[in-house]
């Protein structure tokens, strides 16, 4: 009973140490194995009596560093992505909307013409029928 117990107790010590790590890490898992290692590392020097900078201790802190950069390059990367994909969603709505306008322009621009056409139209017509007919004149009227 008892060894099930601190099997039970080592088991949520570690999670929660992981869980330690992984939120201090900003939830990367990288950075937060890089950051145990350091942790490790410098643990074991101290219990060990030696002095600080040593190489393993300094190559975690390294590996650390490197892996804190990297992530938070790979974030600006994502942000930068990300406000990319919102520049080009607004340039593509802006094109609709220009593609739209254009061919309400052309609609509008069409009927005036027309609507100039059939008014050219009828004043011909209606001076046609003044005259009493294209050959009116030449042929007398009746």
């Known amino acids: 009973m008892a060894g099930r117990q601190v099997g ?3 088991a949520l010590i570690g999670a929660g140490g992981a869980g330690y790590y992984l939120y201090s890490a900003g939830g990367s ?3 937060a194995e890089k950051k145990f290692e350091h942790d ?6 101290k219990v060990k009596g030696d002095y600080p900078g040593q190489d393993k201790e300094a190559r975690k802190a390294g590996e650390e560093a490197y892996e804190a950069v990297r992530a938070r390059a790979q974030g600006l990367a994502n942000d930068a992505r990300a406000e990319a994909d919102k520049a080009d969603a607004k340039v593509q709505q802006y094109s609709v ?4 306008k254009f061919e309400e322009l052309r609609q509008e621009t069409g009927r005036e013409v027309n609507a100039a056409a059939n008014k ?3 004043a011909v017509i209606d001076e046609t029928k003044k005259a009493k007919g294209w050959f009116g004149g030449w ?3 009746k």
């Open 8 to 10: 039970t107790l080592a």
């Open 29 to 31: 898992p990288k950075l």
């Open 40 to 45: 490790a590392a410098e643990a074991a020097r």
């Open 97 to 100: 909307e220009a593609k739209k």
């Open 120 to 122: 050219f139209d009828k």
């Open 139 to 141: 042929f007398g009227s």
